[in-house]
């Protein structure tokens, strides 16, 4: 795998992976950044329900990490504590396709362009009790 351009992900895989830290109430990593405590708890968990390939997997955690890190600037924090937990569902959507190099992270420039772009069709509320899978969320 080529850590300067990781393969896109299945934005499934990513929503799961919200959707765990929702059900763990880890919820303020987004704001607070993120510990090994909640690292451990969040991947166990994705182990044991993600039904897919290792590969798969992998890339599905280094976005996810990668998003969580990427919430961390000033703007993007700003962003999630204006729109909320809705912000989610294209801030996934957006983390499956865009660019991602280990080193350097997402663009946030870019993140914030699809962010404004992508408006979610239902409230997060709706959206978190529902199956990824049942989403029909493609990469």
Sequence with gaps: MDLSDV???ASADLWL????MVECEHGLLFLRGVTDVDRAK????????????TERGVVALMRFW???DIFQSRRL???LMARGYDIFYPAVVAAAR????????FNPQRLIWALATE????????RLGIEASQMGMAA
């Design 98 to 105: 865009l660019r991602l190099n280990l080193h350097w992270g």
């Design 119 to 126: 408006r979610p069709a239902y409230s997060s509320t709706l």
């Design 17 to 20: 992976l919200i959707q765990i």
């Design 7 to 9: 393969p896109r992900a």
């Design 42 to 53: 969040i991947e166990d968990r994705f182990w044991n329900d993600f039904e897919g390939g």
């Design 66 to 68: 990668c998003l969580v």
């Design 77 to 79: 924090r700003a962003l």
